[in-house]
Nanobody, 125 residues
Framework: VQLQASGGGLVPAGGSLRLSCAVSGRTESSDAMGWFRQAPGKDREFVAAITWSGGTTYYRDAVKGRFTIYRDSAKNTTYLQMDSLKPEDTAVYYC???????????????????WGQGTQVTVSS
């Protein structure tokens, strides 16, 4: 399984970006897709997740109401629409595929088996 993340860039505060994560290969062992981020000097943190069926979504509190995760099954691509961006959203964003029946909840990074390469998001103040 390969994940290709794209869509990062530099935007002013209040702006928007849409990240994409294209998945190739067999995904029968996954039950959800997630986005994580890592800012310089900080630990990687959960941002959002969506079940493979697209029926259930999860968000960290700091992005609720501003970010939207969704999937296009036909394209096997997961998106993260980010609106009302803040400087504190600046980070490298990673997409990941969660192992089916993984331990922990959807925010637990250890439950994700495959990771994309990351895409830089920079929000200027």
């Amino acid at each position: 399984v390969q994940l290709q993340a794209s869509g990062g860039g530099l935007v002013p505060a209040g702006g928007s970006l849409r990240l994409s994560c294209a998945v190739s290969g067999r995904t029968e062992s996954s039950d959800a897709m997630g986005w994580f981020r890592q800012a310089p000097g900080k630990d990687r943190e959960f941002v959002a997740a969506i079940t493979w069926s697209g029926g259930t979504t999860y968000y960290r509190d700091a992005v609720k109401g501003r970010f939207t995760i969704y999937r296009d099954s036909a394209k096997n691509t997961t998106y993260l629409q980010m609106d009302s961006l803040k400087p504190e959203d600046t980070a490298v964003y990673y997409c990941a595929a969660r192992k089916i029946f993984a331990d922990g909840d959807y925010a637990y990074a250890g439950g994700y088996e495959y990771w994309g390469q990351g895409t830089q998001v920079t929000v200027s103040s």
